[in-house]
């Protein structure tokens, strides 16, 4: 059976691109769709230019079951979440039990939660004089950043300002984020 996938994102998608590049001809795992909650994101210009279908949303229909319905319109069976800042509803989370998985850029347990995404957790890994950072890819259950842990790399700091961190923090994810994710589903 063919895994077929659902990005979720909500910004300028570069991890989405990688992961749309990186499984373009892929004899198993297939990106379906990319589902945006914010119009005008950049991450819906990089789907079209692969011609990947997409879809925006507003957090009104995400609350409900029936959002569903989309999932089923194209397909999907593996949600990837791919720099989505919204919380996943419990009814998703039951439709895809360990089917939904997210990346974050820090070490978990370590800087996570309701809004530490992007530049807060750099800033926050920074401010705390942390020795080491990286990502951790794990499953999605009821609370932000606490499923279990797939994967995590990291690398040491050496005072790196936060734009230095999140340089290699891409890196990182653009490596191992597919990977992670052909780990789970092969």
């Known amino acids: 059976m063919k895994n077929k996938i659902a990005i979720f994102a909500s910004g300028s998608g570069t991890n989405a691109l990688n992961l749309i590049q990186y499984f373009k ?4 795992i297939e990106i379906k769709v990319v589902a945006c909650n914010k119009e ?3 991450v819906l ?3 079209s230019s692969e011609n990947i279908p997409s879809f925006v949303f507003n957090r009104a229909s995400f609350k409900e079951a029936s959002f569903l319905k989309k999932m089923e319109e194209f397909d999907v069976n593996f949600i990837v979440l791919a720099g989505f800042l919204w919380k996943v509803p419990a009814y998703l989370i039951e439709a895809f039990p360990e089917r939904i998985v997210n990346i974050h850029p820090a070490l978990l347990p370590k800087f996570g939660g309701k ?3 992007g530049m807060n957790v750099h800033k926050a890994v920074y401010d705390q004089k942390e020795t080491e950072t990286g990502i951790t890819v794990h499953y999605v259950n009821e ?3 606490d499923g279990e842990i797939i994967l995590q790399e990291s690398f040491e ?3 790196e300002e936060p734009e230095a961190i999140a340089q290699k923090i ?3 994810e653009y490596k191992y984020f ?3 994710i052909e780990k789970v589903l092969l």
């Open 170 to 172: 891409h890196q990182l």
């Open 115 to 117: 809004g530490m995404y």
């Open 178 to 180: 597919p990977k992670a």
């Open 143 to 145: 609370v932000y950043d």
């Open 45 to 47: 210009d990089k789907a």
């Open 40 to 42: 005008g994101a950049g």
């Open 157 to 159: 700091l050496n005072g």
């Open 25 to 28: 001809d892929h004899p198993s």
